[in-house]
């Protein structure tokens, strides 16, 4: 029902532009929480954002925020990640991931359904 796949990874240099899609291949995309997160090598995953079903409410990081900006089209049944001003520590895979709970539930636990993630590399 919900099978999310990421794009639009890549290498970077700090302080460009790169904008992540996650599409869904199911017809419920619109009834899910949309959450971006990341897992740098050796660390553990962590939020970044994540945006309301219709998508009006959003929630950031404090370390993406004003950087980052997420987005839906429930439509194209796509989440983007429009991700600006890249630095180093920004390097990570990225996934995509769905809730049936709040835009604010932003542990991991509360997502039950993950993309493959996508590699994103910023260099100095």
């Known amino acids: 029902q919900v099978q999310l796949v990421e794009s639009g990874g890549g290498l970077v240099q700090a302080g460009g532009s790169l904008r992540l899609s996650c599409a869904n291949s199911g017809r419920t995309f619109s009834s899910y929480v949309m959450g971006w997160f990341r897992q740098a090598p050796g660390k553990g995953r962590e939020f970044v954002t994540s945006i309301s079903r219709g998508g009006r409410s959003t929630y950031y990081a404090d370390s993406v925020k004003g950087r980052f900006t997420v987005s839906r089209d429930n439509a194209k049944n796509t989440v983007y990640l429009q991700m600006n001003s890249l630095k180093p520590e920004d390097t990570a895979v990225y996934y995509c991931?769905?809730?049936?709970?709040?835009?604010?539930?932003?542990?991991?636990?509360?997502?039950?359904?993950w993309g493959q993630g996508t590699q994103v590399t910023v260099s100095s």
């Open positions: 991931a769905a809730s049936k709970f709040s835009v604010t539930d932003i542990h991991e636990g509360y997502y039950g359904y």
